[in-house]
Protein backbone atom coordinates (compact mmCIF):
# COMPACT_ATOMS: atom_id res chain seq x y z
CA UNK A 1 0.00 0.00 0.00
CA UNK A 2 1.28 3.47 -0.45
CA UNK A 3 0.76 6.55 1.87
CA UNK A 4 -2.64 7.45 0.66
CA UNK A 5 -4.27 3.96 1.06
CA UNK A 6 -2.41 3.70 4.25
CA UNK A 7 -3.59 6.51 5.56
CA UNK A 8 -6.96 5.96 4.22
CA UNK A 9 -6.92 2.01 6.28
CA UNK A 10 -5.67 3.67 9.23
CA UNK A 11 -8.73 6.75 9.65
CA UNK A 12 -11.24 3.85 9.28
CA UNK A 13 -9.51 1.53 11.41
CA UNK A 14 -9.89 4.35 14.11
CA UNK A 15 -13.53 4.94 13.37
CA UNK A 16 -14.51 1.40 14.00
CA UNK A 17 -12.07 1.63 17.20
CA UNK A 18 -11.31 -1.48 18.79
CA UNK A 19 -13.39 -5.18 18.64
CA UNK A 20 -12.53 -8.54 17.70
CA UNK A 21 -10.23 -7.51 14.81
CA UNK A 22 -8.31 -4.10 15.49
CA UNK A 23 -6.42 -3.40 18.69
CA UNK A 24 -4.51 -0.44 19.47
CA UNK A 25 -1.29 0.84 21.59
CA UNK A 26 1.04 3.43 22.05
CA UNK A 27 3.63 1.19 21.94
CA UNK A 28 7.44 2.36 22.61
CA UNK A 29 10.24 0.50 21.99
CA UNK A 30 10.39 -1.86 24.67
CA UNK A 31 6.79 -3.12 23.92
CA UNK A 32 7.24 -7.08 25.20
CA UNK A 33 6.97 -9.31 21.94
CA UNK A 34 5.05 -11.94 24.08
CA UNK A 35 1.95 -9.71 24.65
CA UNK A 36 2.48 -9.39 20.78
CA UNK A 37 2.34 -13.12 20.12
CA UNK A 38 -0.64 -13.38 22.58
CA UNK A 39 -2.30 -10.47 20.68
CA UNK A 40 -1.53 -11.98 17.22
CA UNK A 41 -2.92 -15.51 18.52
CA UNK A 42 -6.32 -13.57 19.65
CA UNK A 43 -6.94 -11.49 16.55
CA UNK A 44 -6.21 -14.44 14.30
CA UNK A 45 -8.67 -16.24 16.01
CA UNK A 46 -10.98 -14.26 15.83
CA UNK A 47 -10.90 -13.07 12.37
CA UNK A 48 -11.06 -16.44 11.21
CA UNK A 49 -14.50 -16.99 13.60
CA UNK A 50 -15.28 -13.67 11.78
CA UNK A 51 -14.57 -14.81 8.41
CA UNK A 52 -12.40 -11.86 8.02
CA UNK A 53 -9.30 -12.27 6.13
CA UNK A 54 -7.12 -9.87 8.41
CA UNK A 55 -6.97 -8.36 11.82
CA UNK A 56 -4.98 -5.45 12.50
CA UNK A 57 -2.81 -4.87 15.82
CA UNK A 58 -1.54 -0.83 15.63
CA UNK A 59 0.86 1.02 17.07
CA UNK A 60 1.58 4.65 17.71
CA UNK A 61 -1.48 6.04 18.46
CA UNK A 62 -3.78 6.99 21.85
CA UNK A 63 -6.03 4.63 23.28
CA UNK A 64 -7.44 7.71 25.18
CA UNK A 65 -7.54 10.26 22.39
CA UNK A 66 -8.09 8.45 19.84
CA UNK A 67 -5.22 9.72 17.68
CA UNK A 68 -2.40 9.08 16.51
CA UNK A 69 0.54 10.39 18.63
CA UNK A 70 3.75 8.02 16.82
CA UNK A 71 5.83 4.93 18.18
CA UNK A 72 9.50 4.48 18.52
CA UNK A 73 8.72 0.95 18.51
CA UNK A 74 11.87 -1.27 16.23
CA UNK A 75 13.24 1.95 14.50
CA UNK A 76 15.73 0.03 13.13
CA UNK A 77 14.12 -1.85 9.65
CA UNK A 78 15.80 -5.19 10.14
CA UNK A 79 15.27 -5.13 13.62
CA UNK A 80 11.50 -4.56 12.59
CA UNK A 81 11.29 -7.30 10.14
CA UNK A 82 12.60 -10.02 12.76
CA UNK A 83 9.80 -9.69 14.84
CA UNK A 84 8.10 -12.08 11.74
CA UNK A 85 10.72 -14.74 12.41
CA UNK A 86 9.97 -14.33 16.23
CA UNK A 87 6.48 -14.86 15.52
CA UNK A 88 6.89 -17.32 13.55
CA UNK A 89 9.13 -19.28 15.85
CA UNK A 90 6.17 -19.64 18.58
CA UNK A 91 2.98 -20.32 16.62
CA UNK A 92 1.17 -22.93 16.54
CA UNK A 93 0.54 -23.98 13.53
CA UNK A 94 3.88 -21.91 12.79
CA UNK A 95 2.48 -18.66 11.27
CA UNK A 96 3.28 -15.12 11.11
CA UNK A 97 2.43 -11.61 10.21
CA UNK A 98 1.58 -10.97 6.43
CA UNK A 99 2.96 -7.79 6.48
CA UNK A 100 4.55 -4.56 8.59
CA UNK A 101 3.00 -1.34 7.34
CA UNK A 102 4.68 1.97 8.83
CA UNK A 103 3.15 5.17 8.17
CA UNK A 104 5.36 8.32 8.59
CA UNK A 105 2.84 11.34 9.64
CA UNK A 106 2.80 14.64 10.94
CA UNK A 107 2.04 13.18 14.38
CA UNK A 108 4.59 10.79 14.99
CA UNK A 109 5.43 6.98 13.23
CA UNK A 110 2.48 4.45 12.92
CA UNK A 111 2.67 0.91 12.78
CA UNK A 112 -0.14 -1.30 11.51
CA UNK A 113 0.45 -5.42 11.62
CA UNK A 114 -1.49 -7.30 9.58
CA UNK A 115 -2.27 -10.47 11.11
CA UNK A 116 -3.70 -13.17 8.66
CA UNK A 117 -7.04 -15.33 10.13
CA UNK A 118 -6.61 -18.71 11.14
CA UNK A 119 -6.58 -21.23 8.72
CA UNK A 120 -10.00 -22.70 8.82
CA UNK A 121 -10.36 -25.81 11.38
CA UNK A 122 -6.60 -24.65 12.92
CA UNK A 123 -6.95 -22.64 16.00
CA UNK A 124 -3.92 -20.81 16.30
CA UNK A 125 -1.57 -20.66 19.89
CA UNK A 126 0.98 -18.73 20.98
CA UNK A 127 3.63 -20.52 23.07
CA UNK A 128 1.20 -23.51 23.75
CA UNK A 129 -1.73 -21.36 25.02
CA UNK A 130 -4.94 -20.29 22.61
CA UNK A 131 -6.42 -16.61 23.12
CA UNK A 132 -9.31 -14.83 21.95
CA UNK A 133 -10.45 -11.84 22.32
CA UNK A 134 -13.64 -9.84 24.42
CA UNK A 135 -14.82 -7.30 22.74
CA UNK A 136 -11.21 -4.67 23.29
CA UNK A 137 -10.03 -7.51 26.41
CA UNK A 138 -7.58 -9.85 25.98
CA UNK A 139 -8.88 -13.26 27.22
CA UNK A 140 -8.26 -16.97 26.78
CA UNK A 141 -10.17 -18.63 23.68
CA UNK A 142 -13.10 -20.63 25.15
CA UNK A 143 -13.58 -24.43 24.58
CA UNK A 144 -16.85 -23.29 22.72
CA UNK A 145 -14.65 -20.76 20.35
CA UNK A 146 -12.18 -23.41 20.39
CA UNK A 147 -14.99 -26.22 18.90
CA UNK A 148 -16.10 -24.09 16.64
CA UNK A 149 -12.85 -23.40 14.65
CA UNK A 150 -12.12 -27.00 14.73
CA UNK A 151 -15.87 -28.23 13.46
CA UNK A 152 -14.88 -25.97 10.29
CA UNK A 153 -13.36 -29.16 8.58
CA UNK A 154 -14.37 -31.86 10.88
CA UNK A 155 -15.67 -35.24 9.00
CA UNK A 156 -14.61 -33.82 5.77
CA UNK A 157 -11.23 -33.96 6.29
CA UNK A 158 -10.40 -37.27 5.20
CA UNK A 159 -6.69 -36.79 6.73
CA UNK A 160 -7.99 -35.96 10.18
CA UNK A 161 -10.50 -39.64 10.31
CA UNK A 162 -9.46 -42.27 12.92
CA UNK A 163 -8.31 -45.70 11.31
CA UNK A 164 -10.12 -48.57 12.97
CA UNK A 165 -7.44 -50.80 14.05
CA UNK A 166 -4.60 -48.98 13.72
CA UNK A 167 -2.14 -49.22 17.02
CA UNK A 168 1.15 -48.16 17.75
CA UNK A 169 1.98 -51.15 16.31
CA UNK A 170 1.71 -50.35 13.18
CA UNK A 171 4.06 -47.22 12.96
CA UNK A 172 7.56 -47.74 11.72
CA UNK A 173 10.31 -47.72 14.62
CA UNK A 174 12.65 -45.66 12.51
CA UNK A 175 9.83 -42.74 11.52
CA UNK A 176 8.69 -42.44 14.83
CA UNK A 177 12.40 -41.14 15.65
CA UNK A 178 13.06 -39.03 13.06
CA UNK A 179 9.17 -37.02 13.66
CA UNK A 180 10.84 -36.79 17.78
CA UNK A 181 13.83 -35.71 16.18
CA UNK A 182 12.24 -33.50 13.77
CA UNK A 183 9.59 -31.61 16.43
CA UNK A 184 12.23 -31.31 19.24
CA UNK A 185 14.52 -29.45 16.53
CA UNK A 186 11.15 -26.94 15.69
CA UNK A 187 10.47 -26.17 19.16
CA UNK A 188 14.13 -26.42 20.72
CA UNK A 189 13.75 -22.95 22.22
CA UNK A 190 10.48 -24.70 24.31
CA UNK A 191 11.43 -28.29 24.96
CA UNK A 192 15.16 -29.85 24.86
CA UNK A 193 15.43 -32.87 22.83
CA UNK A 194 15.71 -34.89 25.83
CA UNK A 195 12.32 -33.98 27.23
CA UNK A 196 11.16 -35.26 23.85
CA UNK A 197 12.91 -37.93 23.80
CA UNK A 198 11.33 -38.90 27.63
CA UNK A 199 7.50 -38.41 26.29
CA UNK A 200 5.61 -41.87 26.07
CA UNK A 201 4.43 -42.13 22.04
CA UNK A 202 1.25 -41.67 23.01
CA UNK A 203 2.23 -37.78 24.40
CA UNK A 204 4.53 -37.30 21.68
CA UNK A 205 2.05 -38.32 19.05
CA UNK A 206 -0.83 -36.26 20.20
CA UNK A 207 1.47 -33.14 20.96
CA UNK A 208 2.53 -33.00 17.27
CA UNK A 209 -1.09 -33.19 16.26
CA UNK A 210 -0.73 -36.66 14.40
CA UNK A 211 -3.07 -38.43 16.26
CA UNK A 212 -6.59 -37.41 17.60
CA UNK A 213 -7.02 -38.13 21.67
CA UNK A 214 -4.94 -40.87 21.44
CA UNK A 215 -6.42 -42.45 18.10
CA UNK A 216 -4.49 -43.11 14.93
CA UNK A 217 -5.55 -41.47 12.56
CA UNK A 218 -5.04 -41.62 7.92
CA UNK A 219 -2.62 -38.65 8.44
CA UNK A 220 -0.69 -40.62 11.46
CA UNK A 221 -0.06 -44.05 9.26
CA UNK A 222 0.72 -41.94 6.04
CA UNK A 223 3.43 -40.28 7.96
CA UNK A 224 4.82 -42.77 10.13
CA UNK A 225 3.50 -46.18 9.54
CA UNK A 226 4.80 -49.17 8.66
CA UNK A 227 5.17 -50.52 4.65
CA UNK A 228 2.73 -53.18 5.93
CA UNK A 229 0.43 -50.90 7.29
CA UNK A 230 -0.43 -49.83 4.23
CA UNK A 231 -3.55 -51.99 3.84
CA UNK A 232 -5.37 -49.90 6.58
CA UNK A 233 -5.45 -46.92 4.34
CA UNK A 234 -7.00 -49.58 1.40
CA UNK A 235 -8.29 -48.40 -1.04
CA UNK A 236 -6.42 -45.34 -1.26
CA UNK A 237 -2.68 -46.24 -2.60
CA UNK A 238 -0.90 -44.24 -0.17
CA UNK A 239 2.07 -44.32 -2.88
CA UNK A 240 4.62 -42.10 -4.80
CA UNK A 241 6.61 -43.32 -8.03
CA UNK A 242 9.94 -42.34 -8.98
CA UNK A 243 10.02 -42.81 -12.92
CA UNK A 244 12.88 -41.75 -15.43
CA UNK A 245 12.29 -41.08 -19.06
CA UNK A 246 14.89 -40.75 -22.06
CA UNK A 247 17.46 -42.97 -23.32
CA UNK A 248 17.09 -45.23 -20.50
CA UNK A 249 13.55 -46.17 -18.26
CA UNK A 250 12.99 -47.02 -15.03
CA UNK A 251 11.07 -46.85 -11.88
CA UNK A 252 10.52 -47.78 -8.22
CA UNK A 253 7.33 -47.07 -6.13
CA UNK A 254 7.93 -45.70 -2.76
CA UNK A 255 5.08 -46.33 -0.15
CA UNK A 256 4.85 -45.39 3.78
CA UNK A 257 5.84 -43.92 6.25
CA UNK A 258 6.22 -40.55 3.73
CA UNK A 259 8.36 -38.70 6.60
CA UNK A 260 11.06 -41.43 5.49
CA UNK A 261 10.40 -42.28 1.63
CA UNK A 262 10.36 -38.63 0.32
CA UNK A 263 14.06 -38.05 1.18
CA UNK A 264 13.62 -41.88 -0.10
CA UNK A 265 12.10 -41.00 -3.67
CA UNK A 266 14.80 -37.38 -3.94
CA UNK A 267 17.57 -40.20 -3.28
CA UNK A 268 16.76 -41.63 -6.80
CA UNK A 269 17.15 -38.69 -8.81
CA UNK A 270 20.35 -38.50 -10.92
CA UNK A 271 21.07 -35.19 -9.41
CA UNK A 272 24.50 -34.50 -10.88
CA UNK A 273 26.89 -31.68 -11.02
CA UNK A 274 26.39 -29.41 -14.31
CA UNK A 275 28.31 -26.33 -15.39
CA UNK A 276 25.56 -23.54 -16.70
CA UNK A 277 27.98 -21.01 -17.96
CA UNK A 278 30.84 -21.33 -20.77
CA UNK A 279 34.69 -20.26 -19.96
CA UNK A 280 35.25 -18.18 -22.91
CA UNK A 281 32.28 -15.50 -21.12
CA UNK A 282 32.76 -16.34 -17.41
CA UNK A 283 34.66 -18.32 -15.13
CA UNK A 284 32.61 -22.25 -14.93
CA UNK A 285 30.14 -22.59 -11.67
CA UNK A 286 29.18 -26.04 -11.28
CA UNK A 287 25.80 -26.12 -9.11
CA UNK A 288 23.69 -29.28 -8.34
CA UNK A 289 21.44 -29.83 -11.31
CA UNK A 290 18.36 -30.07 -8.80
CA UNK A 291 18.46 -28.16 -4.79
CA UNK A 292 17.29 -30.64 -2.15
CA UNK A 293 15.11 -28.46 0.12
CA UNK A 294 13.38 -26.96 -3.25
CA UNK A 295 12.60 -30.72 -4.48
CA UNK A 296 11.14 -31.91 -1.14
CA UNK A 297 9.22 -28.76 -0.75
CA UNK A 298 7.90 -29.74 -3.97
CA UNK A 299 7.40 -33.55 -2.90
CA UNK A 300 6.00 -32.55 0.31
CA UNK A 301 3.50 -30.42 -1.25
CA UNK A 302 2.05 -33.27 -3.15
CA UNK A 303 1.70 -34.96 -0.18
CA UNK A 304 0.24 -32.37 1.73
CA UNK A 305 -2.51 -31.23 -0.49
CA UNK A 306 -3.36 -35.09 -2.83
CA UNK A 307 -6.75 -35.73 -3.20
CA UNK A 308 -6.07 -39.13 -1.59
CA UNK A 309 -10.23 -39.76 -2.24
CA UNK A 310 -9.17 -39.91 -5.88
CA UNK A 311 -7.07 -43.06 -4.74
CA UNK A 312 -4.23 -42.07 -6.97
CA UNK A 313 -0.23 -41.96 -6.73
CA UNK A 314 1.73 -38.79 -6.56
CA UNK A 315 3.96 -39.37 -9.47
CA UNK A 316 7.21 -37.53 -10.00
CA UNK A 317 8.82 -37.99 -13.67
CA UNK A 318 12.39 -37.44 -14.20
CA UNK A 319 13.55 -36.20 -17.54
CA UNK A 320 16.82 -35.56 -18.84
CA UNK A 321 16.31 -31.68 -18.78
CA UNK A 322 13.50 -31.62 -15.89
CA UNK A 323 11.42 -33.15 -13.09
CA UNK A 324 7.23 -33.26 -13.25
CA UNK A 325 5.78 -34.21 -10.30
CA UNK A 326 2.10 -35.24 -10.30
CA UNK A 327 -0.62 -35.17 -7.63
CA UNK A 328 -4.66 -35.35 -7.83
CA UNK A 329 -7.09 -32.79 -7.10
CA UNK A 330 -7.03 -29.61 -8.29
CA UNK A 331 -5.64 -26.47 -6.52
CA UNK A 332 -7.29 -25.92 -3.80
CA UNK A 333 -7.29 -22.50 -2.90
CA UNK A 334 -6.64 -19.75 -5.74
CA UNK A 335 -3.79 -20.24 -8.26
CA UNK A 336 0.24 -20.83 -7.90
CA UNK A 337 0.85 -17.57 -9.01
CA UNK A 338 -1.42 -15.62 -5.98
CA UNK A 339 1.40 -17.36 -4.36
CA UNK A 340 4.74 -16.46 -5.77
CA UNK A 341 5.23 -12.97 -3.91
CA UNK A 342 5.16 -14.52 -0.78
CA UNK A 343 2.36 -12.20 0.46
CA UNK A 344 -0.77 -15.16 0.13
CA UNK A 345 -1.33 -16.84 3.14
CA UNK A 346 -4.19 -19.93 2.57
CA UNK A 347 -7.49 -19.71 4.60
CA UNK A 348 -8.48 -23.77 3.77
CA UNK A 349 -6.60 -26.97 3.45
CA UNK A 350 -8.02 -29.90 1.67
CA UNK A 351 -6.23 -31.93 4.35
CA UNK A 352 -5.91 -29.49 7.56
CA UNK A 353 -4.87 -32.28 10.02
CA UNK A 354 -2.17 -33.60 7.75
CA UNK A 355 -1.16 -30.03 6.88
CA UNK A 356 -0.55 -29.08 10.54
CA UNK A 357 1.18 -32.42 11.47
CA UNK A 358 3.41 -32.16 8.18
CA UNK A 359 3.86 -28.21 9.81
CA UNK A 360 4.99 -29.61 13.23
CA UNK A 361 7.30 -32.40 11.67
CA UNK A 362 9.32 -29.36 10.06
CA UNK A 363 8.06 -30.46 6.33
CA UNK A 364 6.04 -27.53 5.19
CA UNK A 365 4.93 -24.24 6.58
CA UNK A 366 1.33 -23.22 6.62
CA UNK A 367 1.80 -19.68 5.52
CA UNK A 368 2.00 -20.18 1.67
CA UNK A 369 5.56 -19.24 1.58
CA UNK A 370 6.30 -22.42 0.02
CA UNK A 371 6.16 -21.98 -3.39
CA UNK A 372 7.94 -18.01 -2.81
CA UNK A 373 10.17 -19.96 -1.71
CA UNK A 374 10.76 -22.50 -4.38
CA UNK A 375 11.13 -19.75 -6.88
CA UNK A 376 13.52 -17.71 -4.48
CA UNK A 377 15.60 -20.81 -4.66
CA UNK A 378 15.80 -21.48 -8.37
CA UNK A 379 16.53 -17.68 -8.65
CA UNK A 380 19.37 -18.09 -6.64
CA UNK A 381 20.36 -20.88 -8.53
CA UNK A 382 20.66 -18.89 -11.96
CA UNK A 383 18.08 -21.62 -12.92
CA UNK A 384 14.61 -20.83 -14.83
CA UNK A 385 11.12 -20.84 -12.82
CA UNK A 386 9.12 -23.85 -11.81
CA UNK A 387 5.90 -24.03 -14.28
CA UNK A 388 2.56 -25.23 -12.96
CA UNK A 389 0.11 -27.10 -15.53
CA UNK A 390 -3.91 -27.10 -14.31
CA UNK A 391 -4.81 -28.41 -17.39
CA UNK A 392 -5.89 -31.15 -16.91
CA UNK A 393 -8.97 -31.67 -14.11
CA UNK A 394 -8.89 -32.35 -10.65
CA UNK A 395 -4.81 -32.61 -10.71
CA UNK A 396 -1.93 -30.37 -10.51
CA UNK A 397 1.65 -30.83 -12.49
CA UNK A 398 4.69 -28.50 -11.30
CA UNK A 399 7.64 -28.62 -13.40
CA UNK A 400 11.35 -28.09 -11.80
CA UNK A 401 13.97 -27.22 -14.63
CA UNK A 402 17.60 -29.17 -14.10
CA UNK A 403 19.14 -27.04 -16.90
CA UNK A 404 20.06 -23.69 -18.27
CA UNK A 405 17.03 -22.27 -21.09
CA UNK A 406 19.07 -19.50 -22.29
CA UNK A 407 22.56 -18.46 -20.88
CA UNK A 408 21.74 -14.46 -21.18
CA UNK A 409 19.35 -14.98 -18.18
CA UNK A 410 21.47 -17.20 -15.77
CA UNK A 411 24.49 -14.82 -16.58
CA UNK A 412 22.10 -11.49 -15.73
CA UNK A 413 20.64 -13.14 -12.44
CA UNK A 414 24.61 -13.70 -11.32
CA UNK A 415 25.19 -10.31 -12.34
CA UNK A 416 22.64 -8.36 -11.31
CA UNK A 417 21.31 -9.53 -7.52
CA UNK A 418 19.25 -6.94 -6.23
CA UNK A 419 17.00 -7.76 -9.49
CA UNK A 420 13.26 -7.77 -7.91
CA UNK A 421 10.97 -11.13 -7.81
CA UNK A 422 8.61 -9.42 -10.12
CA UNK A 423 11.56 -8.76 -12.85
CA UNK A 424 12.94 -12.39 -12.87
CA UNK A 425 9.71 -13.76 -13.13
CA UNK A 426 8.98 -11.72 -16.33
CA UNK A 427 12.28 -12.50 -17.63
CA UNK A 428 11.64 -15.72 -17.14
CA UNK A 429 8.54 -15.78 -19.49
CA UNK A 430 10.95 -13.63 -22.01
CA UNK A 431 13.31 -16.94 -22.34
CA UNK A 432 10.49 -19.06 -22.50
CA UNK A 433 8.93 -17.11 -25.16
CA UNK A 434 5.82 -16.88 -23.12
CA UNK A 435 3.56 -13.45 -23.77
CA UNK A 436 4.44 -10.61 -21.50
CA UNK A 437 2.12 -7.76 -20.84
CA UNK A 438 2.96 -4.26 -22.55
CA UNK A 439 3.48 -2.38 -19.19
CA UNK A 440 6.49 -5.24 -18.03
CA UNK A 441 7.67 -5.05 -21.61
CA UNK A 442 7.86 -1.33 -21.24
CA UNK A 443 9.78 -1.48 -17.82
CA UNK A 444 12.04 -4.23 -18.89
CA UNK A 445 13.33 -2.24 -21.86
CA UNK A 446 13.48 1.04 -19.83
CA UNK A 447 16.14 -0.43 -17.52
CA UNK A 448 18.29 -2.50 -20.45
CA UNK A 449 17.21 -5.63 -19.70
CA UNK A 450 15.41 -6.96 -22.69
CA UNK A 451 15.89 -6.11 -26.34
CA UNK A 452 14.08 -6.93 -29.82
CA UNK A 453 10.55 -6.29 -30.84
CA UNK A 454 7.12 -8.24 -30.25
CA UNK A 455 6.70 -11.31 -30.29
CA UNK A 456 10.80 -11.71 -30.36
CA UNK A 457 11.58 -10.48 -27.62
CA UNK A 458 15.00 -12.04 -25.70
CA UNK A 459 17.17 -11.21 -22.55
CA UNK A 460 20.03 -8.47 -23.42
CA UNK A 461 23.37 -10.34 -23.14
CA UNK A 462 24.87 -6.72 -23.09
CA UNK A 463 24.25 -6.05 -19.67
CA UNK A 464 25.45 -9.00 -17.96
CA UNK A 465 28.91 -8.68 -20.80
CA UNK A 466 29.10 -4.98 -19.63
CA UNK A 467 29.15 -5.95 -15.72
CA UNK A 468 30.92 -9.29 -15.76
CA UNK A 469 34.48 -9.71 -14.01
CA UNK A 470 36.16 -12.37 -12.28
CA UNK A 471 36.02 -10.13 -8.90
CA UNK A 472 32.40 -9.59 -9.31
CA UNK A 473 31.25 -13.15 -9.99
CA UNK A 474 33.18 -14.61 -6.91
CA UNK A 475 31.91 -12.04 -4.83
CA UNK A 476 28.63 -12.87 -6.26
CA UNK A 477 29.55 -17.03 -5.95
CA UNK A 478 31.20 -17.29 -2.51
CA UNK A 479 33.43 -19.65 -1.38
CA UNK A 480 32.81 -23.23 -0.21
CA UNK A 481 31.60 -24.18 3.26
CA UNK A 482 35.07 -26.01 4.17
CA UNK A 483 36.90 -22.55 3.80
CA UNK A 484 34.03 -20.96 6.30
CA UNK A 485 34.29 -23.56 8.75
CA UNK A 486 38.36 -23.11 8.54
CA UNK A 487 37.66 -19.74 9.29
CA UNK A 488 35.05 -20.46 12.47
CA UNK A 489 38.48 -23.11 13.72
CA UNK A 490 41.08 -20.76 13.45
CA UNK A 491 39.47 -18.44 15.43
CA UNK A 492 38.49 -20.53 18.31
CA UNK A 493 41.98 -21.88 18.01
CA UNK A 494 43.91 -18.52 18.39
CA UNK A 495 41.17 -16.93 21.04
CA UNK A 496 39.88 -20.09 22.98
CA UNK A 497 36.38 -19.28 22.54
CA UNK A 498 33.99 -16.92 20.57
CA UNK A 499 30.45 -15.95 20.77
CA UNK A 500 27.80 -15.89 17.72
CA UNK A 501 28.06 -12.09 17.83
CA UNK A 502 32.27 -12.58 17.39
CA UNK A 503 31.37 -15.28 14.33
CA UNK A 504 29.13 -13.24 12.98
CA UNK A 505 31.63 -9.68 12.82
CA UNK A 506 34.46 -12.53 11.13
CA UNK A 507 32.35 -13.77 8.43
CA UNK A 508 29.10 -11.69 7.15
CA UNK A 509 31.15 -9.83 4.70
CA UNK A 510 33.32 -12.94 3.74
CA UNK A 511 29.90 -14.49 2.18
CA UNK A 512 28.48 -14.44 -0.97
CA UNK A 513 26.97 -10.88 -2.05
CA UNK A 514 23.68 -12.68 -3.42
CA UNK A 515 22.75 -13.38 -0.26
CA UNK A 516 20.56 -10.93 1.97
CA UNK A 517 21.32 -10.46 5.63
CA UNK A 518 18.79 -12.27 6.83
CA UNK A 519 20.19 -15.41 4.83
CA UNK A 520 23.79 -14.61 5.67
CA UNK A 521 23.05 -15.05 9.19
CA UNK A 522 21.12 -18.18 8.36
CA UNK A 523 24.11 -19.36 6.49
CA UNK A 524 26.61 -18.65 9.77
CA UNK A 525 24.21 -20.63 11.89
CA UNK A 526 23.98 -24.29 9.65
CA UNK A 527 27.57 -23.55 9.75
CA UNK A 528 28.60 -23.62 13.25
CA UNK A 529 25.91 -26.39 13.62
CA UNK A 530 27.04 -28.70 11.10
CA UNK A 531 30.55 -28.45 13.12
CA UNK A 532 28.96 -28.82 16.27
CA UNK A 533 27.06 -32.18 14.35
CA UNK A 534 30.66 -33.32 13.26
CA UNK A 535 31.87 -33.21 16.79
CA UNK A 536 34.27 -30.28 16.34
CA UNK A 537 33.03 -27.43 18.30
CA UNK A 538 30.56 -27.33 21.43
CA UNK A 539 28.65 -24.76 23.12
CA UNK A 540 30.02 -23.91 26.48
CA UNK A 541 27.66 -21.26 27.12
CA UNK A 542 24.15 -20.63 28.07
CA UNK A 543 21.39 -21.61 25.18
CA UNK A 544 20.29 -18.22 24.68
CA UNK A 545 23.91 -16.66 24.59
CA UNK A 546 26.06 -19.64 23.52
CA UNK A 547 30.13 -19.16 23.72
CA UNK A 548 31.78 -21.74 20.89
CA UNK A 549 34.78 -23.66 21.87
CA UNK A 550 36.86 -25.92 20.28
CA UNK A 551 35.83 -29.86 21.14
CA UNK A 552 37.91 -31.78 23.63
Not at 50 to 63: C, I, M, S, Y
Amino acid sequence: MDAQALRALLDNLIEGWENEVAEFKRAGNDYSTDTIGKYFSALANEANLRNQERAWLVFGVDNNTRKAVGTDYRVKPDHLQSLKMQISDATEPSITLRNIHELLLDEGRVLLFEIPAAPLGLPIAWKGHYYARAGESLTHLGLDKLDEIRRQVGAADWSAQAVAGATLDHLDASALSRARESFAKKYANRFTADEVKQWSDPTFLDRAKLTRDGQITRTTLLLLGKLEAAHLLSPHPAQMTWKLEGSERAYEHFGLPFLLNSSGLYQKIRNIQIRILPEDQLLAIELAKYDQKIVLEALHNCIAHQDYSRNGRIIVTEYPDRLVLENEGSFFEGQPADYISGSKTPRRYRNPFLAQAMAELNMIDTMGYGIHEMHLGQARRFFPMPDYDLSEPKSVKMTIHGRVVDQAYSRLLIQKTDLALEDILALDRVQKKLPLDAAMVKHLRKAGLIEGRKPNLYVSASVAKATASKAEYIRTRGLDDGHYKQLIIDLLTQFGSASRQDIDRLLLSKLSDALDEQQKLNKVGNLLTSLRRAGRITNSGPRKAPLWVLAE
